[in-house]
């Protein structure tokens, strides 16, 4: 059993920066594939970034990268999601979850954050 729980969301200006935390419970935690995910109203969840157990294995979506980085803590038990030069279009809720299999398959994943909100205004 693993246990997300999302922080660091909020309103900033386009251009701007924010960090968000996805913080786990679980003795699991480091055995399991992180990955972001947002979703906008009226839109499907789309894939932002995935990180490997040992976090030397990254990816992130074409439309984040070079803005967007994550990166794991595995002594805290925390996944990170630097986000630099935010868009307005970057606007959605943000949700961490966790899986077995290294894919960006959102129905392959078996755990879930409630999620935080990050709005961008222009």
Known sequence: QVNLVESGGGLVQAGGS????CAASGRTFSSHVISWFRQ???KEREFVAIINWSGAGTYTAVSVKGRFTISRDNAKN???LQMNS????D????YCAA???YTTLPGEYDYW???TQ???SS
């Open 118 to 120: 990050v709005t961008v």
């Open 86 to 89: 935010l868009k307005p279009e």
């Open 99 to 101: 899986a077995r299999s």
């Open 18 to 21: 924010l960090r968000l935390s």
């Open 78 to 80: 925390t996944v990170y």
């Open 113 to 115: 954050g409630q999620g």
């Open 91 to 94: 606007t959605a809720v943000y």
């Open 40 to 42: 906008a109203p009226g």
